[in-house]
């Protein structure tokens, strides 16, 4: 099979690996920067650096457009043109609406979006085995021919990832949900904490946990995310706005001083979280174990390194060291009763308090 | 010195611990629950169990009111009356305004919150290393009296706080702001995101790493979080319709297309983030590292003994594991340039990628 994948960063070199070694594939690399290229090349993403895009295209059988998301639609039309009758063109944004207006008249592109890898790495960091068990969004039209699509969706399949077809509007939707607008939020959290900074004293707040969790996201990688939030900017204004809707109705339903309803709105809030998270668990669903620890160098992994030589696994951890660094509380999620019981016997015989804790 | 504490949870646990050990001090536990309080008798956070409240505050030179928040202007008021002319009287709320609002002309009481604890766990947890460095708000008034006061920061730093006078209405602010809004925050965006479920196609949303940190708290203990929105509602109400109103101006901002507008703003929300969190490091700014591994139980342990041996400390972690839990990236916050670097080095000595986050 011969692939080209134009534009070989984090995702492009990825595909470039896994197609390499997984599909024997023969894989074309092109990329505006010359010394990004070299590198994909000496790293064995690419078999070959194209010296224009339609060389590379030239021959394809399958076109990976893996470049910004702003420049997407133009680079998938130019991959069209140059690319072959029998071709299937794809590309790997995380938006989806403009590439598709422009071009899902095309039979042969099939849009898409693997979700996988952080939005801020280089070819440095791509893998054969960043698509394993990943989904990966396409997001055909009725003009999409059906064997361009099944080639694809076989060729992601061997790639490791799990394909699945949606709607482009109701991807885009979906991603302003449960992607575009958190980052939205923790940039307007971060905001309003730096206000009460300048309404208040001059005295820096305090920063507990709850705060750096939903702020971690806040500012990520400007280029990369003006760029998305461009590209989706109907659909995340939207959700933005229902989530500015949603936060009225919360402050006139605190505002009432109606404990029992506020106690209720809260309950459904948890339960909320749970469906939403804990779908693919094997085992349960996630329990959260509060441990308190002396905040030394070394004494997360002693207790890591008891639950993994136990065959216990961590599904996800969160570090709350004290104002003084010198202690802290750790809470380790896993999942299921069984595993929790087991975890909780395990950090205790470590000498750690440990807790359940109860949501 | 002769100290009362009513309310023996984690906070009232914790302080009668201290008080025992650091101050040398007797300390009169009293709590409604019989079971709560003789545990805490037993675990030595008490020196006696009293029958009564005011048999508890009976010769105490000073009471904590440790008890629920929507019972705290009581527990206190009763306090009050219960102790002598020379005691002075505190709580250790969450939430300040009602308890002053009703007892800030009483020159034996100080408001205070210590910032420490989780807000779930019980008297099994109580530590009397729980207050070491942290921050220990105190709400004076005009009212109080120098001597009650002066007693209570000098016990408070004698069981290792940083206490700290704030007026009450700013310290209800800056709650409001750096940890109720989170919780509505989280609230919301699970919300949402059930919301998108009901309205498509009945598909469960894929749930990234950002969904999650920013859902973390969604739904944390309902009979806590029910008293402290409602014991501070109107604050929070007037938070909440303000982050509301910088959402909409943000989806104005994004609806308008004009992306370098975009992207500076994305930029101003990266940087705000950075001094509000930066400020205590010891080592210099957070650096993220971003390494990718086999999800295998023991992972997590492996590379942070390394670390922990080599005497780096892990400010915070996240793990993101792949949809299919076989593999994940963990990001791995240090302190500094020179921490990061060192942890970079480590990390590849173990046969992992890593790569440094820029933000």
Redesign the interface.
Known sequence: MRIAVLGVGLIGGSVGLAARRRLDAEVAGFDPDPARLAKAEELGAISSRAGSLAEACDGAELVFCAGPV?ALPALAAAALEAAGADCTVTDVGSVKGEVIERLGGEGRFVGGHP??G?E???V??A?D??F????WYLTPTTATEGIAYDRLQRALADLGA?PQA?DAG?HD??MA???H?????????????????D???G??????P??????????????I???I??GN??T?????????????G???L???????A????????????R???E??L?GGPLQEL?L?VP?????????????????????????Y???????G?ISLYVAGEEEAARAEGLVRGLGH?A?R???
């Not at 995340?236 to 009225?248: F, G, H, Y």
């Not at 506020?262 to 979280?273: I, L, T």
């Not at 060291?321 to 202690?327: I, N, V």
Request: hydrophobic letters at 50%; proline letters at 3%.
């Open positions: 702003a979700l996988a952080a801020t790495a280089g440095e960091q893998r085995d960043l394993d068990g990943a989904r799990r949606i109701a939707r979906l949900t449960v992607s607008l958190p980052h939205v939020v923790a940039n307007v959290l971060a905001g309003r904490a730096v206000a009460a900074l309404e208040g004293s005295r820096l707040p305090e920063i507990g709850s705060f750096r969790d939903a702020t971690r996201i806040a500012g990520a990688n400007p280029a995310w003006a760029d939030f461009v900017r109907e995340v204004a939207e959700e933005v706005e229902s989530a500015a809707a949603a936060l009225s919360a402050a006139e605190i505002r009432s001083g109606d404990r029992d506020v106690a209720a709105w809260q309950r459904e809030a948890g339960e909320r979280r469906l939403l998270l779908d693919d094997a509060r308190l905040n030394r160098p070394g004494i997360v992994a002693e207790i890591a390194l008891a639950l993994g030589e136990a065959g216990v696994n961590i599904e996800d951890m969160a570090l060291p004290s104002a003084d660094m010198s202690a509380a308090d807790t804790v109860e949501r």
